[in-house]
T-cell receptor, first 116, second 111 residues
């Protein structure tokens, strides 16, 4: 089945640091990737939809200058949390559609970000 | 009203019990529906798609009720390993692809 690799799995950083999270599709080309954030005991909240070669579409309330998304190739999308603060501490997870028209999502294993 | 709603639970059941979850959605134009399973601090994994005619996979049965705008998941003969959070996912976009997650229903199966 389709595999999505996400790393790092865990990051602990100081306030003000920028953190980059990578999401790679290993055996398929992902034209669309989704980035989610999940707080404890909450649902997955869509942050942005990333299409290869174009600017990401951000959900309402998500700061695009705070959460930089780059989808430069069909197999790699990155999320950079700039100048992280403790309130950015969360579980970040990416997902990808394997084939256009296919609606199943394949998820990365997630990144637990802790900002001190 | 939230677009996709689930009872967060937890549902606390003994091994061997039958348990059912519902999930309601707001957009009547929604076209596709899924159940995912998520273990603590792990990524969601697809459990099953939900078809109009209903579908069954072993101990798991999923059904769709378009008139009342809800989907259901039935788990028979619960196992300890079924303990997890079950996420309802609805493509709310009609012609577009906008997968939207419910907050999940927590299931705890005890001996």
């Amino acid at each position: 089945g389709a595999v999505v690799s996400q790393h790092p799995s865990r990051v602990i950083c100081k306030s003000g640091t920028s953190v980059k999270i990578e999401c790679r599709s290993l055996d398929f080309q992902a034209t669309t990737m989704f980035w989610y954030r999940q707080f404890p005991k909450q649902s997955l909240m869509l942050m942005a939809t990333s299409n290869e070669g174009s600017k990401a579409t951000y959900e309402q309330g998500v700061e695009k200058d705070k959460f930089l998304i780059n989808h430069a190739s069909l197999t790699l999308s990155t999320l950079t949390v700039t100048s992280a603060h403790p309130e950015d501490s969360s579980f970040y997870i990416c997902s990808a559609r394997a084939v256009a028209g296919e609606e199943k999502l394949f998820f990365g294993s997630g990144t637990q970000l802790s900002v001190l | 009203r939230k677009e996709v709603e689930q009872d967060p639970g937890p549902f606390n059941v003994p091994e061997g019990a039958t348990v059912a979850f519902n999930c309601t959605y707001s957009n009547s134009a929604s076209q596709s529906f899924f159940w995912y399973r998520q273990d603590c601090r792990k990524e969601p994994k697809l459990l099953m798609s939900v078809y109009s005619s209903g579908n069954e996979d072993g101990r798991f049965t999923a059904q769709l009720n378009r008139a009342s705008q809800y989907i259901s998941l039935l788990i028979r003969d619960s196992k300890l390993s079924d303990s997890a959070t079950y996420l309802c996912v609805v493509n709310l976009g009609g012609g577009s692809y906008i997968p939207t997650f419910g907050r999940g229903t927590s299931l705890i199966v005890h001996p």
